[in-house]
């Protein structure tokens, strides 16, 4: 088996990838601190064609070379927004019909395994802050929280490792209900 180099993947270029469909899918990172995380995040959102990130109250935003390190161009593709408040955020999405979901753990969350998306549906996802997670206002507007399920003795993952998994697994569902 051999590996295949970076011009054999059949990539879309920025301009092909402004113009494909994305995944119904948003990402909005509340007071994310550490710009290796939003860089790894806007890398992940590249990878599957997510609509858009809103970067919230502490989260840095683009340009920034930190972030640039670990985004490798995404800032480029990926649509981004600053909003001040994250709360602002999730109202503004809520008046277009878009469906509010915490990345968190909260009671009665559901786990992401058994999260069914409704492919008519448009989703928002929330990761929150390295320490305090997302913050409890927010995950009190959200219209569900969704828990990744965790089996060892840490309480929670890297943001950058939740986002992966999450819009990993969101993602592929959506894209199996409206078969992009």
Not at 113 to 134: R, S
Request: charged fraction near 25%; include cysteine.
């Amino acid at each position: 088996m051999r590996k295949l180099a970076n011009s054999e993947l059949n990539r879309l270029d920025i301009e092909q990838f402004k113009k494909a469909e994305k995944t119904p899918l948003i990402v909005i990172l509340d007071n994310v601190r550490s710009l290796n995380n939003i860089g790894s995040v806007f890398r992940t959102c590249d990878a599957f064609l997510i609509e858009k990130i809103y970067l919230c109250g502490i989260t840095a935003t683009p340009p920034n070379k930190e972030i640039h390190k670990t985004a490798l161009g995404a800032t480029d593709s990926v649509a981004w927004e600053y909003v001040e408040n994250t709360l602002s955020a999730v109202e503004k999405l809520k008046e277009q019909d878009v469906y509010i979901i915490s990345i968190e753990q909260a009671e009665n969350s559901t786990m992401l395994n058994d999260f069914q998306p409704n492919g008519k549906q448009k989703y928002a996802i929330i990761f929150g802050n390295e320490v305090k997670g997302v913050e409890q206002e927010v995950v009190s507007t959200s219209d569900e929280v969704i828990e990744i399920p965790q089996y060892g003795t840490k309480h929670s993952l890297n943001i950058s490792v939740s986002a992966g998994i999450a819009i990993w697994e969101l993602a592929m569902k959506l894209r199996k209900h409206t078969m992009l």
